[in-house]
């Protein structure tokens, strides 16, 4: 059996050793580097979701507010016609059958041509 010698290694081997302590820790601030971009990606990515959710809940309510103005504003008119037709019969029945004479001159008018 060949027994071991126990000088000094090669130099080759003590190079090789450098080069793998050497790459292993660049390895390990490789990995480092990313992990902190990915957890800064991920923050990143949280604020702008939560921004998106933000803009959209802001739409939502100025489109409903929008809504409920219009709404408002078509039940008034409503109203407003209604209250109008009752306080002004005659007039507001007039008024009918003058537009609708006007218009029948006018589309029949188109006609007789």
């Known amino acids: 059996m060949a027994s071991k010698q126990d000088g000094p290694k ?3 081997e003590e190079t ?3 080069m793998r302590k050497d ?5 390990e601030e490789m990995r480092k580097e990313v992990q902190r971009d990915l957890k800064q990606s991920y923050k990143q990515g949280r604020r702008v979701l939560q ?3 933000d803009s959209l809940g802001d ?3 100025e489109i409903e507010d929008r809504i409920q103005v219009a709404r408002t504003q078509v039940q008034d008119t409503f109203e407003n016609t209604e209250q109008l037709i009752r306080e002004h019969p005659v007039l507001v029945v007039g008024g ?5 004479i006007l218009l029948g ?4 008018s188109k006609n007789r041509d």
């Open 10 to 12: 090669p130099e080759w």
């Open 23 to 27: 790459f292993d820790i660049r390895l």
């Open 59 to 61: 739409m939502r309510d």
């Open 16 to 18: 090789l050793k450098e």
């Open 96 to 100: 009918a059958l003058a537009v609708g």
């Open 51 to 53: 921004d998106s959710e």
């Open 105 to 108: 001159h006018l589309l029949g």
